[in-house]
């Protein structure tokens, strides 16, 4: 169900992948890292379980491909949590903010594609060239 998206630019022919949303969880040094997607990449994964979700979307004001924290299910931490919560409170201010120029003009899954100006030459439009679910 998770979905993967290619644009391409009309005019400068510039291509960006945007896709997720996927999973990640928290080492316990609250770092941030991917699951793996359907099922857990390691041993660790599988025993800590799902944190949240990240995507990777492109930002329509600087034109960057960004990884950005959609959901974050240790807002309200306890205990062992609490004592991490400062480890990533950098990622929750960048919470769905592209992490260069903090715009929330970010894009993942506008399947029309159509009318969005290219962030690259700011001349042509972008079209969705390919589309698949993983
Ligand atoms: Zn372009
Ligand atoms: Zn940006």
């Not at 990884?67 to 299910?73: A, T």
Request: charged residues 30%; proline residues 5%.
């Amino acid at each position: 169900m998770w979905k993967n998206y290619v644009y391409r630019c009309s005019e400068c022919g510039k291509e960006y992948n945007t896709s997720g949303p996927w999973e990640f969880y928290r080492n316990r040094k609250g770092e941030r890292i991917p699951y793996g997607h359907p099922g857990p990449l390691t041993e660790e994964a599988r025993l800590s379980g799902i944190h949240g979700f990240f995507a990777n979307m492109l930002c329509l004001d600087c034109g960057r491909e960004v990884d950005v924290i959609l959901e974050d299910f240790y807002k309200q931490p306890t205990g062992f949590i609490e004592s991490l919560k400062r480890l990533w409170k950098k990622d929750d201010e960048n919470e769905i903010r592209c992490p260069h120029c903090k715009s929330t003009d970010l894009l993942l899954d506008k399947e029309e594609g159509h009318g969005i100006i290219c962030p690259g030459c700011r001349q042509g439009k972008l079209e969705l060239i390919d589309y698949w679910e993983s």
